[in-house]
């Protein structure tokens, strides 16, 4: 008769499961046993390096300061002078000495009158009128245009702040043909600088032909414009 297997109890089903199983365990075992620590050996080693740890210190003995006494020095006013002061009376006596040949004569000079010794030089001489339209008009001797040209110095701060336009200059032509009165028009461009470049150079021209009125020289108005312009 033969025997048969119950196909149930088959071991051939669980073969894996407990190889893989004990491959597990196997691993877990090896593992523990390679990172396992033994506590006591951790425990000295870490209370070694704890202990190297801590530094030496060297503690030196600090003197203590000598304290130096306090001298207090008594005000120079409360101390006695050093060249005593003379209290007693000083007899006076007469100098025996008096030549009386050079003594000073304090006697008033009747000789001699005091006065007023401002020399009159009379009234202040009366200026000619202007004459504001005459025959002639004054004129420049030459060329102005170039002499503007050739004399204006451009100001450096109406370069840096650009400061360009018109500058009217106003001033008086003398009978020999000088120029007086010199000033700039109030409606003149506003730049200080401009005015004042305008001003010298009309006051450094040369003689100008003076204006003419009934065939004779006469002192007039005379008015011209500077342009500054910045290329």
């Not at 009158?113 to 008009?137: R, W």
């Not at 409606?187 to 150079?201: C, G, W």
Request: charged share 25%; glycine share 4%.
């Amino acid at each position: 008769m033969k025997v048969k297997k119950n196909p149930e109890l088959n071991p051939e089903k669980t073969k894996m499961v407990y190889f893989q199983l004990g491959l597990l365990v196997t691993s877990a075992c090896t593992l523990m046993a390679f990172s396992w620590r033994s506590p006591l050996n951790e425990h000295i080693r870490v209370k070694e390096e704890r202990i190297a740890e801590v530094p030496t210190l060297m503690v030196e003995k600090i003197e203590e300061p000598v304290v130096q006494p306090v001298v207090i020095q008594q005000n120079k006013t409360d101390q006695a002078p050093s060249n005593p002061i003379i209290t007693e009376e000083l007899e006076t006596k007469k100098s025996t000495d008096i030549n009386p040949e050079l003594g000073v004569v304090t006697a008033p000079l009747n000789h001699i009158k005091i006065g007023d010794f401002d020399v009159p030089i009379g009234p202040a001489p009366e200026l000619e009128s202007v004459v504001k339209f005459p025959d002639k008009e004054a004129t420049f001797n030459g060329s102005w245009s170039n002499y503007l040209a050739s004399n204006i110095v451009y100001p450096e701060e109406a370069k840096i702040f650009q400061e360009a336009g018109n500058v009217w200059v106003e001033f008086i032509v003398e009978k020999d043909g000088s120029i007086t009165d010199v000033k700039a028009n109030p409606n003149s461009h506003k730049s200080k600088d401009l005015r004042n470049e305008a001003i010298r150079v009309v006051k450094n021209s040369p003689k100008w032909n003076p204006a003419t009125l009934n065939g004779e020289y006469v002192r007039t108005y005379a008015r011209v414009k500077i342009r500054f312009h910045l290329e």
